[in-house]
């Protein structure tokens, strides 16, 4: 079992910035892969950033890629999304998400994620 607790959401101007941070436990962090997703009303559910087991690798949606920025600290047991230039269009529930598939291939579907927080809600104003 992995337990995930996603923090650091809120309401924020277009063009500001957030730090989403996701602490994990139940499980060795460095075992496996994390995913960070995003939903707003009336959407489906999106990847917006994905990193693999050791930090490396990251990989973005052409969406945000170049604002926002994901990393991981195994020795905190914590994965991280800082979110610069936000738009109104960010506004959502954001979630972390844990892969334990045995590869070290980042995954870019909801389906592969085993784990799941509960969400953190992000608003932007225009």
């Known amino acids: 079992q992995v337990q995930l607790v996603e923090s650091g959401g809120g309401l924020v101007q277009a063009g500001g910035s957030l730090r989403l941070s996701c602490a994990a436990s139940g499980r060795t962090f460095s075992s496996y892969k994390m995913g960070w997703f995003r939903q707003a009303p009336g959407k489906e559910r999106e990847f917006v950033a994905g990193?693999?087991?050791?930090?490396?690798?990251?990989i973005y949606p052409d969406a945000v890629k170049g604002r926002f920025t994901i990393s991981r600290n195994n020795a905190k047991n914590t994965v991280y999304l800082q979110m610069n230039s936000l738009k109104p269009e960010d506004t959502a529930v954001y979630y972390c998400?844990?892969?334990?598939?045995?590869?070290?291939?980042?995954?870019?579907?909801?389906?592969?994620?085993?784990?799941w927080g509960q969400g953190t809600q992000v608003t932007v104003s225009s």
């Open positions: 990193i693999n087991k050791n930090g490396g690798s990251p």
């Open positions: 998400a844990a892969d334990l598939s045995f590869d070290d291939r980042v995954r870019v579907t909801t389906a592969p994620y085993d784990y």
